[in-house]
């Protein structure tokens, strides 16, 4: 929320915004607003953007550098609690935890359409080691699931550091290829945008599921519409 003329404004229109923002020095703002060029011409007194949590996407970075506007994030205020989050969508998901709770309140029960798969024994792929997708994988030990991962920079030495960690590094398209659950945990880029797609999609098996945990356009929603009606994976979570 933000304070202007002794009203709380929570999640300003564009217009209110600007106007927000045209006296203010410091901004500290989480995703639900979304920054561009114009917006920080308006803001002729700022100094300093503070974004609380770890994606940076809705903040004009190099236009900021241009402006002499300092940006910085606080990625590590929430990471635990995304991580745990990601184990309730994956459970909720593979047990079919939803769609039994929407059936019983309109007093239906179909115990056929039911049944889950369980985690144990699971090899579970996560795409972004960062704070949040490294504390993915420390939670799948407790569910006894293999840990495949993949990052941007993959090395022998780094391979070694996380196969003492029981995580196997490998390339993207093995981690598809080889996982029952496929983890989202990247941040939007230019280069991860859409980075799952059909292409990506076709790789994964007919009994997978994937979970998504980044923003929603680093998977392409149209090509995973087409790919869950097709059955090509078996289900999908986001948060």
């Known amino acids: 929320s933000r304070r202007y003329n002794g009203v709380n404004k929570i999640h300003p229109n564009r217009a209110k915004l600007i106007k927000l923002i045209s006296q203010t020095e410091v901004l500290i703002l989480r995703s639900g607003i979304k920054l561009d060029e114009s917006i920080i011409d308006n803001a002729k007194k700022l100094i300093l953007i503070a974004r609380a949590g770890a994606g940076l996407d809705n903040i004009p970075l190099e236009y900021c550098k241009v402006k002499k506007i300092k940006v910085f994030n606080i990625p590590n205020t929430s990471y635990l609690s995304v991580a745990e989050f990601t184990f309730g969508i994956m459970i909720s998901l593979m047990r079919k935890i939803n769609k039994a709770d929407a059936q019983l309140r309109n007093n239906v029960w179909k115990k056929t359409e039911l049944y889950g798969n369980s985690l144990k024994g699971k090899t579970l792929g996560i795409i972004g080691l960062g704070?949040?997708?490294?504390?993915?994988?420390?939670?799948?030990?407790?569910?006894?699931?293999?840990?495949?991962?993949?990052?941007n920079k993959i090395n022998n030495e780094r391979k070694k550091l996380l196969e003492d960690r029981d995580i196997k590094l490998v390339l993207l398209e093995d981690l598809l290829k080889n996982s029952d659950i496929v983890s989202l945990h990247v941040p939007l880029l230019e280069t991860t945008k859409n980075l799952i797609n059909s292409t990506q999609l076709e790789l994964m098996k007919n009994s997978s599921y994937l979970i998504n945990l980044s923003r929603g356009e680093v998977v392409n929603e149209d090509d995973l519409i087409i790919c869950l009606k097709n059955k090509v994976i078996a289900g999908y979570a986001t948060d």
């Open 131 to 151: 704070k949040i997708g490294s504390c993915v994988a420390e939670i799948a030990k407790g569910f006894n699931l293999k840990i495949l991962a993949t990052a």
